[in-house]
């Protein structure tokens, strides 16, 4: 059984270019969560998603960010025009059931540069 | 001030030392989590409760919910079980954004 998937690991990329990062959450989970994690900082709750549904993105930066989750394929996190605060560990998560009902799992992560 | 806070945030033990990390939050939660950490970045969920005490091999894991603390305990300590530890609560169910929040982890070394 595969777990979360989440590709490319390590993603660089220059002031204003597109980060995508992709999520294959594990077989059968309809819920995905995206976290952030800065340097020296702790994770952070950016958007919930069910499939073709945005839950909850009230951890999303206004400007920049956009998440999808469609009805075939993996889950999107995309991030336009990066600058180098953006820099951090970006991590994905499944979870068959919501957050308070199921364990999440955790995919190893995309880790993005900005140069 | 955080909504989770964990303590200690840095913690080193000799191997076999009884290890305790504690977990307090400010508001109500429907779940609360612990997760590893490794220092190669991945992340590994160790338990999910509401109540009570759970237990998996040396790991152990508490809450209180009328005192708004949990306690992550590991019994017979080992090199291996070094990494950051992190508690992180889900704020509220149903409906709502389900996504966790997040202590700021503790940082664990267990020397042999």
């Known amino acids: 059984n595969a777990g979360v998937m989440q590709n490319p690991r390590h993603l660089v990329r220059r002031r204003g270019q597109e980060a995508r990062l992709r999520c294959s959450p594990v077989k059968g989970h309809s819920h995905v969560y995206w976290y952030r994690q800065l340097p020296e900082e702790g994770l952070k709750f950016m958007v919930y998603?069910?499939?073709?549904?945005?839950?909850?993105e009230s951890g999303m930066p206004k400007e920049r960010f956009s998440a999808e989750f469609p009805k075939e394929g993996p889950s999107i996190l995309r991030i336009q025009q990066v600058v180098r605060g953006d820099s951090a560990a970006y991590f994905c998560a499944s979870s068959p059931w919501t957050a308070s009902s199921d364990t999440q799992y955790f995919g190893p992560g995309t880790r993005l540069t900005v140069l | 001030k955080n909504e989770v806070e964990q303590s200690p945030q840095n913690l080193t033990a000799q191997e076999g030392e009884f290890i305790t990390i504690n977990c307090s939050y400010s508001v109500g939660i429907s779940a609360l989590h612990w997760l590893q950490q490794h220092p190669g970045g991945g992340i590994v969920s160790l338990f999910m409760l509401s109540s009570g005490k759970k237990k998996h091999g040396r790991l152990i894991a508490t809450i209180n919910i009328q005192e708004k603390h949990s306690s992550l305990h590991i019994t017979a300590s080992h090199p291996r079980d070094s990494a950051v530890y992190i508690c992180a609560a889900s704020l509220y169910s149903g409906g709502g954004a389900d996504g966790l929040t997040f202590g700021k982890g503790t940082h664990l070394i267990i020397q042999p």
């Open positions: 998603l069910q499939k073709e549904n945005i839950i909850d």
